[in-house]
Protein backbone atom coordinates (compact mmCIF):
# COMPACT_ATOMS: atom_id res chain seq x y z
CA UNK A 1 0.00 0.00 0.00
CA UNK A 2 1.27 3.88 -0.89
CA UNK A 3 0.79 6.66 0.81
CA UNK A 4 -0.64 9.67 -1.12
CA UNK A 5 0.02 13.05 0.61
CA UNK A 6 -3.08 15.30 0.70
CA UNK A 7 -4.17 17.73 -1.65
CA UNK A 8 -6.52 20.38 -0.99
CA UNK A 9 -9.54 20.70 -3.38
CA UNK A 10 -9.30 23.30 -6.48
CA UNK A 11 -10.88 26.68 -4.98
CA UNK A 12 -11.27 28.11 -8.40
CA UNK A 13 -13.91 25.55 -9.52
CA UNK A 14 -16.01 27.33 -6.73
CA UNK A 15 -16.09 31.14 -7.28
CA UNK A 16 -18.73 31.87 -4.53
CA UNK A 17 -16.05 30.27 -2.29
CA UNK A 18 -14.03 33.15 -2.46
CA UNK A 19 -16.93 35.22 -0.72
CA UNK A 20 -17.34 32.85 2.01
CA UNK A 21 -13.50 33.34 2.92
CA UNK A 22 -13.75 37.24 3.11
CA UNK A 23 -17.08 37.13 5.30
CA UNK A 24 -15.73 34.36 7.65
CA UNK A 25 -12.51 36.98 7.88
CA UNK A 26 -14.40 39.92 8.44
CA UNK A 27 -16.35 38.18 11.20
CA UNK A 28 -13.29 37.06 12.62
CA UNK A 29 -11.68 40.62 12.56
CA UNK A 30 -14.86 41.77 14.59
CA UNK A 31 -14.67 39.44 17.41
CA UNK A 32 -11.41 40.17 17.54
CA UNK A 33 -11.65 43.69 17.89
CA UNK A 34 -11.85 44.27 21.98
CA UNK A 35 -15.41 45.71 22.74
CA UNK A 36 -13.95 48.82 25.07
CA UNK A 37 -11.43 50.06 21.89
CA UNK A 38 -14.62 52.20 20.89
CA UNK A 39 -16.27 53.51 23.75
CA UNK A 40 -19.10 55.66 22.20
CA UNK A 41 -20.39 52.98 20.09
CA UNK A 42 -20.42 50.91 23.31
CA UNK A 43 -21.97 54.11 25.30
CA UNK A 44 -24.89 54.07 22.75
CA UNK A 45 -25.65 51.13 22.41
CA UNK A 46 -26.65 50.17 26.33
CA UNK A 47 -27.53 53.83 27.20
CA UNK A 48 -30.78 54.05 26.01
CA UNK A 49 -33.09 54.05 22.78
CA UNK A 50 -32.82 55.38 19.52
CA UNK A 51 -36.44 56.76 17.93
CA UNK A 52 -36.43 55.20 13.82
CA UNK A 53 -36.07 58.03 11.42
CA UNK A 54 -36.77 57.90 7.79
CA UNK A 55 -35.54 60.28 5.14
CA UNK A 56 -37.21 61.45 2.17
CA UNK A 57 -36.25 64.56 -0.63
CA UNK A 58 -38.23 65.56 -3.55
CA UNK A 59 -37.48 68.46 -6.15
CA UNK A 60 -37.58 71.52 -3.37
CA UNK A 61 -37.36 69.77 -0.04
CA UNK A 62 -35.39 67.10 2.53
CA UNK A 63 -38.09 65.66 5.20
CA UNK A 64 -37.28 63.66 7.83
CA UNK A 65 -39.83 61.62 9.48
CA UNK A 66 -39.00 60.20 13.67
CA UNK A 67 -40.94 57.94 15.71
CA UNK A 68 -41.44 59.83 19.13
CA UNK A 69 -43.88 58.12 20.62
CA UNK A 70 -44.65 58.67 24.82
CA UNK A 71 -42.90 62.63 24.65
CA UNK A 72 -44.08 65.77 24.36
CA UNK A 73 -42.67 68.42 21.73
CA UNK A 74 -41.54 70.53 24.76
CA UNK A 75 -38.98 67.69 25.58
CA UNK A 76 -37.95 67.58 21.83
CA UNK A 77 -35.22 69.61 20.45
CA UNK A 78 -33.95 70.23 16.70
CA UNK A 79 -31.08 71.81 15.29
CA UNK A 80 -29.46 72.09 12.13
CA UNK A 81 -25.11 73.05 11.71
CA UNK A 82 -23.00 71.90 8.84
CA UNK A 83 -25.42 69.84 6.78
CA UNK A 84 -26.31 67.39 9.90
CA UNK A 85 -29.68 67.47 11.23
CA UNK A 86 -29.92 66.37 15.00
CA UNK A 87 -32.84 65.76 17.05
CA UNK A 88 -32.50 64.67 20.97
CA UNK A 89 -34.43 64.67 24.22
CA UNK A 90 -35.91 62.75 26.80
CA UNK A 91 -38.81 60.34 27.21
CA UNK A 92 -39.51 60.34 30.93
CA UNK A 93 -40.97 57.32 32.42
CA UNK A 94 -44.89 57.08 32.94
CA UNK A 95 -45.41 56.55 36.67
CA UNK A 96 -44.71 59.39 39.30
CA UNK A 97 -43.22 56.84 41.73
CA UNK A 98 -40.62 55.29 39.21
CA UNK A 99 -41.90 51.48 40.45
CA UNK A 100 -43.18 49.34 37.96
CA UNK A 101 -44.46 45.61 37.52
CA UNK A 102 -43.19 45.74 34.16
CA UNK A 103 -41.32 48.09 31.89
CA UNK A 104 -40.18 47.25 28.16
CA UNK A 105 -40.55 50.84 26.82
CA UNK A 106 -37.27 52.94 26.45
CA UNK A 107 -36.97 55.68 28.92
CA UNK A 108 -33.98 58.46 29.20
CA UNK A 109 -32.23 60.72 26.55
CA UNK A 110 -31.25 59.97 22.73
CA UNK A 111 -29.90 61.74 20.43
CA UNK A 112 -30.14 61.14 16.34
CA UNK A 113 -27.58 62.59 14.11
CA UNK A 114 -28.39 62.01 10.10
CA UNK A 115 -26.32 64.02 7.34
CA UNK A 116 -28.33 65.46 5.12
CA UNK A 117 -27.51 64.40 0.80
CA UNK A 118 -28.03 68.41 -0.15
CA UNK A 119 -27.08 71.34 0.50
CA UNK A 120 -30.60 73.41 2.30
CA UNK A 121 -31.31 76.67 3.37
CA UNK A 122 -28.87 77.59 6.38
CA UNK A 123 -31.24 77.75 9.40
CA UNK A 124 -34.63 77.38 7.80
CA UNK A 125 -36.99 74.53 8.62
CA UNK A 126 -40.84 73.46 9.38
CA UNK A 127 -41.58 70.57 11.96
CA UNK A 128 -44.50 69.34 12.85
CA UNK A 129 -45.72 66.92 15.58
CA UNK A 130 -48.42 65.13 14.82
CA UNK A 131 -49.76 61.25 15.64
CA UNK A 132 -46.53 61.43 17.65
CA UNK A 133 -44.50 61.45 14.78
CA UNK A 134 -41.99 64.27 14.39
CA UNK A 135 -41.95 65.67 10.61
CA UNK A 136 -39.09 67.98 9.59
CA UNK A 137 -38.96 69.53 6.50
CA UNK A 138 -35.62 71.68 5.42
CA UNK A 139 -36.22 73.48 2.19
CA UNK A 140 -33.18 72.74 -0.10
CA UNK A 141 -31.04 75.48 -1.14
CA UNK A 142 -31.32 76.90 -4.78
CA UNK A 143 -28.21 75.36 -6.36
CA UNK A 144 -29.09 71.92 -5.21
CA UNK A 145 -32.76 72.34 -6.58
CA UNK A 146 -32.76 70.56 -10.31
CA UNK A 147 -32.74 73.15 -13.48
CA UNK A 148 -34.49 72.72 -16.73
CA UNK A 149 -32.07 73.76 -19.24
CA UNK A 150 -33.93 75.09 -22.58
CA UNK A 151 -31.97 73.63 -25.74
CA UNK A 152 -32.41 76.25 -28.80
CA UNK A 153 -32.62 74.92 -31.98
CA UNK A 154 -30.94 77.03 -34.28
Do not use: C
Not at 75 to 103: C, F, M, Q, W, Y
Amino acid sequence: MSLIRYQSPDLAAWPSFDRWITLRDDLNTLFELPFWSNPGRQSQLFSGWSPALDLYQNTDDVIALVELPGMRKEDIEISLHDGTLTISGERKSGTSDGAAERTERYVGKFRRSITLPTLEEDNKYIDTYTYKILTVTLPKAEEAKPKQIQVDAG
